[in-house]
Each structure stands twice: as structure tokens, then as C-alpha cells.
């Protein structure tokens, strides 16, 4: 399921990066790489805080439709 749909205050794994070239090397510059694990911390509109890599990064709903988990 795509990291938008994701549960507030679950761990995920991530299976698959989608996009183009430039924004799959985008969100593994970021630490989105399969197998990484990703943790929710907040919903909101839509949009997400995530954890991932001792590291927390915001993501609009256009870009975390993108991380299949």
C-alpha cells in the first residue's frame, strides 16, 4: 500500500520505490530505500511526518503515494 495510507504510530518496511528516475533517487537520498523501515509519527491533510533513519522528514501525499510499504 502506498506510505500515505499508512497508520499513525506504525512501522513499516518499505517494498518499492515508484516515480521517475529523478524522484527515486531523491527519496533514497533521503534514506526511502527497500527494506528501510519507516515510522509514522503524524498525519495531517494528508501530508506525513515520518521517521526513517534516526531521521524525521515531511511528506506531501503526492510524494509518500509514491513509497509502497
Do not use: W
Amino acid at each position: 500500500m502506498p506510505l500515505f495510507m499508512a497508520k499513525f504510530r506504525e512501522e513499516y518496511l518499505v517494498k518499492k520505490i515508484g516515480g521517475s528516475e529523478q524522484t527515486k533517487h531523491h527519496l533514497n537520498d533521503l534514506g526511502f530505500v527497500p527494506g528501510a523501515k519507516v515510522l509514522v509519527i503524524s498525519v495531517m491533510c494528508g501530508n506525513l511526518i515520518v521517521q526513517v533513519k534516526d531521521s524525521r522528514i515531511a511528506l506531501g501525499r503526492d510524494l509518500a503515494g509514491k513509497i509502497i510499504v
